[in-house]
């Protein structure tokens, strides 16, 4: 009785969570949305037009015996959608060139089995128009809203208002694309430059040039985020440069921003993590950069050199990324938590031996490997000077996950 009480209540558990979690967080956009939904929202797959087919934004007659341009715009949706809000007022169709007036929806048809629907209008020449699914007027069969920027929460307008572009003609659609950046630059460290210019290229764009400015893109010195003055080079329709006015520091590392509220000229705000969708807590591009060491600063983190394979043990040793020079570990950082070897058996027990001379670590395996060997170096592991382990090999040492260091014996 008791056990299959116990079972009756377990698939309780996710429901709980999925509750307390959209409560702390309802507006809070993060992709480890599993227990905000994920998944479960409704979205538009693809759409067109009717004469066209899926895939074409272009307006064709379907009736010349009728005045105007008889056509429809066809969405199609990853998931059964509640069939009752399939009607007019869940789609607006604004003309966008040259006019601002709007195109009378006269048929609304819903395909259950294909999921897809129709939304018949009259439609002019030479002239481009937007469709609206206004944010929470589309609903799967359970309820759930249309969630067009994909995150898995309810945004509300104009965050998870469905947008779409048609044009009959040669009317130029509007701009729906966010921009992004396609390239930024000076990365890593090691820079000779102490006034390196800072330089972005979007894409999506044209920018919004008034958006570009230095209030929009910063530097920090990242240790303290004290900030970097600036000043801005250049702000044109695909690029923006900027310099710091004093040299940066020997040695030092410091983090780049760009705020996600720049815009292109049609007002679409920037895909700061490059995913094609904007969030309301969209993130900012930022990166860092680090200045070459002179012969006093010691800002150079650590890289491992290789490890040595011999029977029973390995070696793994460690230099200075960039140079190749000798360093010294902070042996306190050269511990189990750090330094990991596992096979098919799972992890492998070590004992870990620090070689005063060579800068490296024996590890004395208390098992017999079972196949390949996996060694793992985690990026907290630090020189003499805290600097933390550059494993990807770039100039910059510490971030977990980038630069863990990892290699099969
Ligand atoms: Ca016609
Ligand atoms: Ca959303
Ligand atoms: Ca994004
Ligand atoms: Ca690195």
């Keep these: 009785m008791r056990a299959k009480l116990l079972i009756a209540s377990i698939p309780l558990l996710p429901l709980l969570l999925f509750a307390a979690c959209v409560e702390d967080n309802p507006y809070g956009a993060t992709p480890d949305a599993e227990w905000q939904g994920g998944d479960d929202h409704p979205h538009v797959q693809a759409w067109g037009t009717l004469s066209g087919g899926l895939g074409s934004t272009v307006l064709s007659d379907l009736d010349p015996d009728t005045a105007g341009i008889q056509d429809a715009l066809l969405l199609s949706f990853d998931r059964s959608m509640s069939p009752g809000a399939m009607a007019a007022p869940a789609f607006q169709i604004t003309e966008t060139s040259p006019g601002s007036g709007e195109a009378e929806v006269e048929q609304v048809i819903y395909h259950p089995d294909i999921r897809r629907v129709e939304v018949h209008a009259t439609f002019s ?161 930022l990166w860092d950069l680090q200045i070459a060491d002179d012969g006093s600063s010691h800002g150079n983190p650590p890289t491992v050199r290789n490890a040595e394979s011999h029977i029973g043990w390995f070696k793994v040793n460690f230099e200075e990324s960039l140079t190749g020079d000798q360093v010294e570990m902070d042996e306190s950082t050269l511990v189990a938590t750090n330094i990991q070897a596992s096979d098919d058996r799972g992890l492998i027990p070590l004992e870990i031996e620090v070689d005063m001379q060579s800068d490296g670590v024996f590890c004395y395996m208390q098992r017999t490997a079972a196949g390949p060997i996996t060694v793992w170096v985690s990026a907290n592991v630090q020189d003499q000077y805290g600097n933390g382990l550059d494993g990807n090999g770039d100039g910059l040492g510490g971030t977990p996950g980038e630069d863990d260091w990892s290699t099969q014996l």
């Design 125 to 285: 020449d030479e002239t481009a128009y937007l469709l609206t699914i206004p944010a929470g007027s589309l609903t799967d069969l359970a309820g759930n809203p249309l969630d067009p920027n994909h995150n898995a929460v309810t945004d509300g307008s104009p965050w998870d208002d469905m947008l779409v572009a048609y044009h009959s003609g040669s009317a130029e659609e509007t701009d729906l694309q966010p921009p992004r950046v396609a390239q930024h630059s000076p990365q890593g460290g090691g820079l000779t430059e102490r006034l390196p210019r800072v330089r972005l290229v979007f894409s999506g764009g044209p920018m919004d040039v008034s958006t570009l400015t230095l209030d929009n893109l910063t530097m920090v010195r990242t240790s303290d985020s004290s900030s970097v003055s600036m000043s801005l080079d250049t702000a044109t329709a695909n690029t923006m440069t900027a310099t710091p006015v004093d040299s940066l520091d020997f040695g030092e590392r410091y983090t780049v921003r760009l705020s996600a509220s720049v815009a292109d000229s049609a007002g679409n705000l920037l895909d700061g993590n490059g995913d094609g969708y904007v969030w309301p807590d969209e993130e900012d591009f």
